[in-house]
């Protein structure tokens, strides 16, 4: 059963502390908020733009795991491609 407020009060807290998270925190979030198949593209955009601006920090399962979590939320962020 998914708890929709308190959902977004996580989304919230992620996206006002998205610059202390590691690149493993940042993959995992983008993959749980697509395996739930909740929409949440604000903080997918979030988690791309800091994504790219530390790409060098993630290794080759946490872009697989960012890449397969915006495949299947059908969201098609350019940039980060």
């Not at 959902?7 to 925190?25: G, H, M, P």
């Not at 198949?37 to 872009?63: C, K, M, Y």
């Amino acid at each position: 059963v998914l708890h929709r407020p308190l959902l977004a009060v996580i989304s919230r807290k992620a996206q006002n502390s998205i610059s202390d998270l590691a690149a493993r925190d940042m993959s995992n979030i983008a993959w749980a908020i697509a395996k739930v198949h909740v929409e949440n593209r604000p903080l997918l955009e979030v988690l791309a733009w800091e994504a790219i601006s530390r790409i060098a920090t993630f290794d080759p399962q946490g872009l697989t795991n960012l890449s397969w979590a915006f495949a299947t939320c059908g969201i098609r962020h350019v940039p980060m491609m």
